[in-house]
């Protein structure tokens, strides 16, 4: 009897406590500040995209030569029969070109190459802010996965436990083969789930590993962190209303605009004069001779006067001006989806808050109903399918808040990818409705907890105040490891605002617990600044 009452009380030491994430115990020491810096340095598609910024400038700065003379020696032995006359000797001189004007083809091709070099330098931050995303993609991923391994391998522990507790029973004859049956079976699924999710970290380790550039692949990369409730929230009006600037993709379709726009000056150009200088001095020479022994010097103007090209002209003018009207369309087109984008991501964002906010009060009852069929399967008025349902339905809550945790922040990093945004970009961030406070309202049942989590740095503040219709306790918390820091504590409040400001940077979250015995009301804001 004792030993039942040992493994129960170990089982219910277990599940106390409201918990959203688990302290997984592979935690690395890959941070994701860390991990975007090493990225930074080293992702072979940032050289690759630094070494074309480099060669289209080089292409930009070339296309001056076209406003220059050209300089250059010629000469070489010439001998010439016509008649009964022959002529030999050899010719030396320097020589002079200079193109005056090609019917603007040449500030065309300049302009031309000035765009291009101006895309590619955006583009190479735009790549610089892709890879940050994306390494920040792997890391939410593999925080999930670390995390969901952690919980998976709590519930084995549990399951275990609850095993040996049916042998138990069934020895003193208070149950049958079938309980045993019913947690043995559950352990080789969870046993299942772990060993498809440890492989599926090792794929992001190697994900991880070609983001960072590293001259070896590896299976054994762990992040460090944990999935916390994203609030820092793209500013929506701000966010649309430079998208038709800084979305990369508007940003390529207007730069082949102005493109397309000088090749329409350069095709115009075959219908316009050309004006060139040539001047020659040495030893001349044409195709009959050179002309003597002596230095000569020869200065020609020349200009030509396009008649017919054989409608190559007039057929090129055409082909440019239709693809500067479909490069207007396209401009049209990637704005458009741009902003509908935008748009539904936003939504979507949204949504998974909502979601999140219900899967959390939706893990609280989930505890409350295995605590309530632990209790009742001790006594025997449940069985193992019952104990095994609950078990289950908890293990699913707890998971689906950490797939709801890493969404929020997958879609945010893809509501930033409208703009070119790197993760650390406050630029496009309203902090939780920018720096207009939003008043937010939550109902907490008894034992209910609710928090607001966010990345601060040592030179921001968060102000906040709430009020609530019963005392409830609060604090500012945040983890390091396995250990949890309260910088703000306050029990047995209805009211309270302050400004708090962190010592460190570190992933702060505010949290409200329901202590009361009835449900709770709670309106609050908080502006970080």
């Known amino acids: 009897m004792k030993r039942v009452l040992l493994v129960l009380s170990l089982t219910i030491s277990m599940i106390q406590g409201n918990w959203a ?20 340095v080293n992702s ?13 400038t080089s292409k930009y700065k070339s296309t001056f030569g076209a406003f220059l003379p050209e300089i250059s020696l010629e000469g070489g032995p010439l001998t010439t029969k016509f008649d009964n006359e022959n002529n030999s000797g050899t010719s030396a001189y320097g020589k002079a070109e200079w193109n005056l004007y090609r019917g603007g083809k040449d500030s065309a091709e300049r302009s031309k190459k000035e765009i291009e070099g101006n895309l590619a330098k955006k583009q190479f931050e735009k790549i610089k802010a892709s890879v940050a995303r994306e390494v920040s ?24 436990e609850q095993t040996k507790l049916a042998h138990t029973k069934k020895t003193a004859g208070f149950t049958s083969d079938a309980d045993v049956i019913e947690f043995e079976l559950r352990e080789a699924t969870i046993n299942s789930d772990i060993k498809e999710l440890r492989q599926e970290k090792e ?48 940003v390529e379709a207007k730069a082949n605009l102005e493109s397309s726009k000088e090749d329409k000056v350069a095709a115009r150009s075959g219908f316009l004069p050309k004006i060139g200088l040539q001047a020659k001095y040495g030893k001349i020479a044409n195709e009959e001779k050179v002309f003597s022994e002596n230095n000569n010097y020869s200065v020609g103007l020349t200009v030509n006067i396009p008649l017919f090209s054989g409608l190559s002209s007039v057929n090129e003018l055409g082909a440019a ?8 369309a396209l401009v049209m087109k990637q704005s458009l989806s741009a902003r509908a984008e935008a748009e539904t991501l936003f939504s979507k964002l949204a949504t998974i808050r909502e979601r999140l906010d ?30 095994v ?52 309202e939550n109902n907490l049942a008894p034992g209910e907890v609710h928090e607001e989590c966010m990345t601060l740095q040592t030179t921001q503040a968060i102000t906040y105040s709430y009020n609530a219709n019963f005392p409830l306790s609060f604090n500012i918390h945040y983890h390091i ?45 908080f502006r970080v600044e």
Not at 22 to 32: R, V
Not at 483 to 494: E, G, L
């Open 321 to 328: 001006t239709a693809q500067v009207a479909r490069s207007e």
């Open 44 to 56: 072979p598609e940032i050289k690759a995209s630094e070494a074309n910024l480099q060669a289209t």
């Open 137 to 160: 993609r792997v890391y939410y991923e593999m925080a999930f996965i670390l995390e969901s391994i952690a919980i998976k391998e709590k519930a084995l522990e549990l399951n275990q």
């Open 481 to 525: 490891g396995k250990d949890v820091f309260f910088p703000v504590k306050k029990d047995n409040s209805k009211l309270h605002k302050d400004i708090f400001k962190p010592s460190i940077k570190q992933d702060y979250c505010l949290m409200w617990t329901n202590t009361a015995k009835e449900p709770v009301t709670i309106n609050y804001e």
């Open 21 to 40: 994430w688990a302290s997984h115990p592979n935690e690395g020491l890959l941070s994701l500040d860390s991990l975007i810096q090493e990225a930074l």
């Open 203 to 250: 794929s992001k380790s190697r994900e991880l590993s070609v983001l960072l550039g590293r001259n070896e692949v590896s299976n054994d990369l762990a992040v460090k962190g944990h999935l916390e409730k994203g609030t820092q929230i793209p500013n929506k009006d701000k966010l649309i209303q430079t998208i038709s600037d800084l979305n990369p993709d508007i």
């Open 358 to 387: 219900l899967e959390e009060k939706t893990l609280s009852r989930s505890e409350q109903y295995y605590k309530i069929t632990l209790g009742e399967y001790r006594r025997g008025v449940k069985n193992s399918p019952d104990m």
């Open 389 to 440: 349902g609950a078990a289950e339905r908890l293990l699913t809550s707890r998971i689906r808040n950490l797939e709801f945790r890493r969404d929020y922040q997958i879609n945010r990093l893809r509501l930033l990818a409208m703009v070119g945004a790197a993760p650390s970009d406050k630029s496009v961030f309203s902090a939780s409705a920018g720096n207009n406070t939003a008043v937010h």
